[in-house]
């Protein structure tokens, strides 16, 4: 059976890394949420938040359509973005219509070590226009977001992973879970 890895959590966390290395791990290709989004805004522009939410809804859509495409290739997908519970939804639906196993790595973190992780990205990292349009660089919106965001249901097969620091990244049980999953 083919097989869709889901990787979400909070912001900051190392998702995209974490992807990346699973993604060399395993051969398998990988879709970020924030690669798309920065192509769309390069391309179409944004002035405001509100137009940088209908950035967001475009881009969920474009990996949808591209999941969708690419179950006909018959195989194995990582798609990495802080999911919420109507787009994890949704991916399962088209992983269940397509044959697809899923399985969702959820990356949760301390939040006042992950705000100083992304107070990082952004004043050291050279971040993309389309994250900077968020309060979330106070730490109160930041928590309060966070918060909000860890109330989502996330359905099926879930392996939780504490991200206060990057050793899941190399952590050998953690891996072999994850191994256990993709190569059987």
């Known amino acids: 059976m083919k097989k869709l890895l889901l990787i979400t959590g909070d912001l900051a966390t190392g998702k995209s890394t974490f992807a990346n290395i699973l993604s060399k791990r395993y051969d398998t290709n990988v879709f970020y949420k924030d690669s798309i989004k920065e192509v769309i805004g390069d391309t179409i522009g944004f002035s405001n938040r509100e137009e940088n939410l209908k950035l967001s809804k475009a881009t969920m859509e474009l990996m949808f359509y591209t999941f969708s495409e690419f179950c006909k290739l018959d195989k194995n ?26 399985l969702t790595l959820v990356l949760r ?25 968020t309060t979330l660089d106070v730490f109160d919106d930041f928590k309060e977001y966070t918060e909000y965001s860890r109330k989502e249901e996330i359905i099926g097969k879930i392996i939780n992973i504490n991200a206060d620091s990057f050793s899941y990244q190399t952590n050998k049980d953690i891996l072999e879970s994850i191994d256990n999953f993709m190569r059987n």
């Open 77 to 102: 997908l990582i798609l990495e973005a802080n999911f919420h519970k109507a787009e994890l939804d949704r991916l399962h639906n088209i992983a269940y219509e397509n044959n697809y196993e899923v």
């Open 109 to 133: 973190g301390d939040v006042e070590i992950l705000h100083k992780r992304y107070l990082n990205r952004i004043y050291n990292e050279n971040r993309h226009p389309v994250h900077l349009s």
